[in-house]
């Protein structure tokens, strides 16, 4: 009886260290989509100052320490790229963080249940004696 409750307990020390780890992950994650979220949020405000700009107001572009003048169809296409490749990675990554909080509630159930079955072989143990 003694050996299974070592093994138990030890089994639940593992499967905890492996929950630590996905709380990171999802602490991670959460990080990487608020970036996203905050990068989406400043385009989609350059492309609403775009809008107002005819074809006769200069557009200029930070490349390094210079600012490089630049066409304003290009630039609206650029903008819109980055929304686009900005909203596809954060999709990518909410999917990712979904699936982790799944793996994580699951190994929290599993948790759950070794405590328990770690209770009751600790209280019939104690029974025994």
Sequence with gaps: MLSAIRSTEQQFFDEAARFEKLRDEVSKLTRVIEQYDSQLQENNLVKREMALLDGSDNIYKLVGP?????????????????????????????????????RQQALQEKLQRLQESLRKMKEEAAAKK
Excluded at 67 to 72: D, G, H, R
Excluded at 95 to 101: G, H
């Design 66 to 102: 210079v600012l490089v003048k630049q066409n304003l169809d290009e630039a609206r296409t650029n903008v819109d790229a980055r929304i686009d490749f900005i909203t596809k990675e954060m999709t990518k990554q909410e999917a990712v963080l979904k699936d982790t909080e799944d």
